[in-house]
């Protein structure tokens, strides 16, 4: 069975604990796509379940286990157009990117669309990096990693920065908490990852990724882990 995709974005999310910015931050994207598909995990507390409800055009509940991927596919899994465009519950869509989804999503382009991330903790926009999350659908692309999600394609897939495209982080200070601990809490997967070194990216990324985790703990570890992302590192950039 094959789904025939419509034209249009669908944009997806996987949410907890994302009371106080999913109003906004749904609000900001309704322009520009076309449907929202819209996971709630079930642990979540405040308003969450009942504003996604309200701007989901598909929404469903989750049982946490530990594993990113697995509910992003499940998100991904239920999108009917020909893109699409993973956010959190806290990144809201800069209103100059409109343009852009509007024209620029084309057949002769890019498969996947690096997007542009700002952090607002200092009051001014602050770039802190860039990250593949707008994709077409029909190129077979999946979630790895149970934590620290990337993506899987083929060789064949073309991947473009598109500056164009921005989110910006507004996460409030006792959600940051809840994600940190959790994202602590499943660290010895990272190093399980790094160990195995048979996920896209190789096992450098793993190893760096889990260096941060011990780095923000504050956990000696770190260090021994950065040492071996840049062995495991085959591109010296």
């Known amino acids: 069975f ?3 995709l419509r034209d249009g974005v669908s944009r997806g999310l996987m949410v907890w604990e994302e009371g106080r910015t999913l109003d906004g931050v749904l609000r900001s994207f309704r322009p520009s796509v076309d449907e929202i598909i819209i ?39 239920r999108a009917g157009c020909k893109w699409f465009f993973q956010t959190d519950g806290h990144e809201f869509l800069s209103p100059s990117s409109l343009p852009f989804l509007a024209s620029h999503l084309k057949e002769d382009g890019p498969d996947v669309h690096c997007v542009s991330h700002y952090s607002w903790e200092y009051g001014e926009p602050v770039r802190l990096f860039s990250t ?14 149970a934590v620290h999600n990337t993506l899987q394609h083929g060789p064949e897939v073309r991947v473009g920065i598109a500056p164009a495209l921005a989110l910006h982080h507004h996460q409030p200070l006792q959600r940051a908490v809840l994600r940190g601990a959790q994202k602590q809490a499943m660290a010895p997967q990272l190093k399980v990852q790094a160990v195995r070194g048979n996920l896209p990216g ?30 495991e590192t085959k591109d010296p950039d």
């Open 202 to 231: 190789g096992a450098g990324y793993d190893w760096y990724a889990y260096g941060l985790e011990r780095a923000s703990a504050g956990v000696r570890e770190a260090e021994q882990a950065f040492r071996r992302a840049a062995e």
């Open 132 to 145: 593949p999350r707008l994709f077409r659908m029909d190129r077979g692309i999946r979630y790895v990693r």
């Open 39 to 77: 996971g709630v995990d079930r642990r979540s507390r405040d308003e969450t379940a009942r504003i996604a409800r309200k701007w989901a055009d598909i929404y469903f509940e989750f049982e946490w286990q530990d594993h990113f991927s697995n509910v992003r596919n499940m998100v991904l899994d």
């Open 2 to 4: 094959t789904m025939v």
